[in-house]
């Protein structure tokens, strides 16, 4: 349903785009969310979009550096993130939810998937 790709190695203050294409019907009528796992650590949101891009949150680790978007056209989440640092290194996976409450709170209505693999060198 979900595919995230647009990970890499970039070194500490660099920049990197994440996109997640949609597959289906279903996109533009659902909040979108990024989430990412480090390796021995949970799962943590990271960022959130309300359906019609309206409305948007962040971790706190995030602001400020990050910035959601979505293209309900190309059934597209994209994750823009600057000023990258090394604790930043995950896996990121991307996901949909009823509302962007929903999505801050992992309640999501699709498998995880693979992710895309970001890594941060300092």
């Known amino acids: 349903q979900l595919q995230a790709f647009g990970g890499g190695l970039v070194q500490a203050g660099g920049s990197l785009r994440l996109s997640c294409a949609a597959s289906?019907?279903?996109?533009?009528?659902?909040?979108g969310g990024w989430f990412r796992q480090a390796p021995g650590k949970e799962r943590e949101f990271v960022a959130a979009?309300?359906?019609?891009?309206?409305?948007?949150d962040y971790a706190a680790s995030v602001k400020g550096r990050f910035t959601i978007s979505r293209d309900n056209v190309k059934k597209t989440l994209f994750l823009q993130m600057n000023s990258l640092k090394p604790e930043d290194t995950a896996v990121y996976y991307c996901?949909?939810?009823?509302?962007?409450?929903?999505?801050?709170?992992?309640?999501?209505?699709?498998?995880w998937g693979q992710g895309t693999q970001v890594t941060v060198s300092s």
């Open positions: 996901a949909l939810g009823t509302s962007l409450v929903m999505v801050q709170r992992g309640a999501v209505i699709n498998s």
């Open positions: 289906g019907s279903i996109f533009s009528n659902y909040a």
């Open positions: 979009i309300r359906w019609d891009g309206g409305s948007t």
